[in-house]
């Protein structure tokens, strides 16, 4: 017996804001600024993880970092 399945249309694999981890992390800083660590336990992925994707967002413009008090934060920037 052999099974045939429609095949879905592949996603681009890209770390940006069109990813999926991308648009969580997004998501996450929409409501408010976060280190890496507090991405990676929100999200539950490795922080290494997160620095990918936040390297992408940060090229592209969607969040910028901020330190303060010696701790970096990342935002999202808002457009207007």
């Known amino acids: 017996c052999e099974v045939i399945a429609e095949r ?5 694999t890209g770390a940006g804001a069109g990813s999926d981890a991308g648009e969580a992390i997004v998501a996450l800083l929409d409501r408010r600024p976060c ?8 999200l539950g ?4 993880e997160v620095v990918k994707h936040l390297d992408a967002l940060l090229t592209e413009g969607t969040v910028h970092s901020a330190r303060r008090d010696g701790v970096v934060f990342y935002e999202r920037l808002r457009r207007q």
């Open 45 to 48: 992925v490795a922080p290494n």
């Open 35 to 42: 280190t890496v660590e507090g991405i990676a336990d929100g």
């Open 8 to 12: 879905r249309p592949e996603r681009p």
